[in-house]
């Protein structure tokens, strides 16, 4: 199982990105998919989840009405859109997936078994 974060970059304040994590060797459709952040010396951030059929998504407060997450599952892939960004935003990002995972818990990583490596976003003020 293999997952591909992809997208990252420098931006500055307002701009946007989009990630992308690119998955292969299990059956796609069937997973939940994650993306998480961490800065230094802090514990990783659930930053986004949606579930294996696109219908339920959630985000973590701090991005809620900037960022916005997707699948095809078409192509394997989930995508992060991240609007509006904050200097605050500034992470390594990480998608992470799992086969089942219940609704409280969609954005707490030890719900995940299987992680990607992560991709850096550098928003400047």
């Known amino acids: 199982l293999q997952l591909q974060a992809s997208g990252g970059g420098l931006v500055q304040a307002g701009g946007s990105l989009r990630l992308s994590c690119a998955a292969s060797?299990?059956?796609?459709?069937?997973?939940?998919i994650a993306w998480f952040r961490q800065v230094p010396g802090k514990e990783r951030e659930g930053v986004s989840s949606?579930?294996?059929?696109?219908?339920?998504?959630v985000y973590g407060d701090s991005v809620k009405g900037r960022f916005t997450i997707s699948r095809d599952n078409a192509k394997d892939t989930v995508y992060l859109q991240m609007n509006s960004l904050k200097p605050e935003d500034t992470a390594v990002y990480y998608c992470?997936?799992?086969?089942?995972?219940?609704?409280?818990?969609?954005?707490?990583?030890?719900?995940?078994?299987?992680w990607g490596q992560g991709t850096q976003v550098t928003v400047s003020s």
């Open positions: 949606i579930r294996s059929s696109g219908g339920t998504t």
């Open positions: 060797g299990f059956r796609f459709r069937d997973y939940t």
């Open positions: 992470a997936a799992s086969r089942s995972v219940i609704l409280s818990s969609l954005l707490r990583y030890p719900s995940y078994a299987y």
